[in-house]
């Protein structure tokens, strides 16, 4: 979970274990968003929240049985 100011707007954004970018939206901060990452290749990402200079980043971790 991801939180940032409320009433704000920002950008949530994913990157693989090479850094290329994934998956980008403009949400607001206290919206739920949902990721479909079922046809994303197992693996480790990085999601991060941006909102004005403030980033705050956090790790997915993506398997397949």
Do not use: C, F, H
């Not at 290329?20 to 939206?25: D, F, N, P, S, T």
């Not at 929240?49 to 980043?57: A, H, I, L, P, S």
């Amino acid at each position: 979970s991801i939180q940032g100011e409320k009433e704000a707007v920002g950008t949530l954004s994913v990157y693989d274990a090479t850094g290329r970018l994934v998956w980008e939206q403009n949400s607001a901060a206290a919206a739920t968003v949902r990721l479909d990452v079922s046809a994303w290749p197992s693996g480790v990402y990085a999601v991060s929240w941006r909102q004005g200079k403030t980033v705050k980043t956090k790790r997915l971790v993506v398997t397949r049985g």
